[in-house]
């Protein structure tokens, strides 16, 4: 209660002055000196200011102690992030993983459940990376475990022994489906080039998904939702990165950012902040 009051405060107060919608960005549980912390790259953070002109609220990874219901009233978008951590096999049926695989099971029980509230609740909705496997096994897909072992796929995974920098550079080609709604934001584009750092894909495509952009080795690289109400897009790629440097990248930013201000609009119509006493 106490968190919810002060954020009504700081939103009345900044009314006026930042009337930009709130986004709310996915986190991490990492163990960490014999703790936990919840964890976001600041890329994401600095591309939801930058990119889609909104503040960026950080949801901690706590599962089902969180209600999706109550925080997506307060949020205008949500963005689903990347991590090195992969979507529990179980979820989808899949085998179990290999050794060394990195797991977030506090991840996977704070996103799927929150991904398909946002969409059923119409709130705008950007999924990157593992966000994009996340949205395909919360809606019923399933996932390929080592994309680089499956006969006829390319290598999509990034040179960690390159700089940090370089890893984020363009990597293939992809081609976006003709009349669907990516190709719509980029402005009609046929084939564009990605980054690629990623070694899991979608496997077994999840009902209601649509793809909107495919690798030359056919891995999909987008889909959408197909009966969504609002913005719900997911890439393979990663448009976070130096945002403002990509064309590509900054036209699906700022339409995510475009209809998280639209729902924000809407909300303060039809339900304002109440003022504090």
């Known amino acids: 209660m106490f968190l919810l009051t002060g954020l009504g405060y700081i939103l009345s107060s900044m009314k006026n002055v930042l009337p930009s919608p709130l986004v709310g960005v996915t986190s991490c549980l990492k163990p960490r000196d014999h703790s936990h912390f919840h964890s976001v790259g600041d890329k994401y953070v600095d591309a939801v200011v930058a990119g889609a002109a909104a503040i960026p609220v950080l ?58 509230k946002a969409v059923a609740a119409g709130v705008p ?41 370089e890893r984020y550079g363009l990597a293939h080609p992809v081609t976006l489906t003709p009349g669907g709604r990516l190709q719509a934001i980029l402005e009609g584009a046929a084939r564009i080039e990605v980054n690629s750092l990623h070694g899991q894909g979608i496997d077994r495509l999840a009902p209601g998904l649509v793809v909107e952009a495919v690798a030359d080795d056919g891995t999909i690289e987008a889909v959408s939702v197909a009966d969504a109400r609002n913005f719900a897009l997911a890439v393979q790629w990663h448009p976070e990165w130096q945002v403002l ?9 700022a339409a995510f950012g475009a209809a998280a201000r639209a729902r924000a609009a809407s909300r303060t119509r039809h339900d304002p902040v109440p003022a504090v006493a």
């Open 59 to 116: 949801i901690p990874a706590i599962g089902e102690r969180l209600d999706p219901d109550a925080l997506l009233e307060r949020l205008d978008g949500l963005l689903v992030t990347g991590s090195p951590s992969n979507v529990d096999p179980s979820l989808y049926g899949g085998p179990p993983p290999r050794e060394g695989n990195e797991a977030d099971p506090a991840r996977d029980a704070t996103t799927l459940p929150l991904i398909r």
């Open 125 to 165: 909705l950007f999924a990157i990376c593992r966000g994009l496997q996340e949205l395909n096994v919360a809606f019923g897909g399933s996932l390929h475990q080592h994309v680089h072992e499956v006969p006829g796929r390319f290598d999509h995974r990034s040179d960690k022994t390159k700089p940090y920098a």
């Open 245 to 253: 440097e990509n064309r590509w990248s900054r036209l699906m930013f």
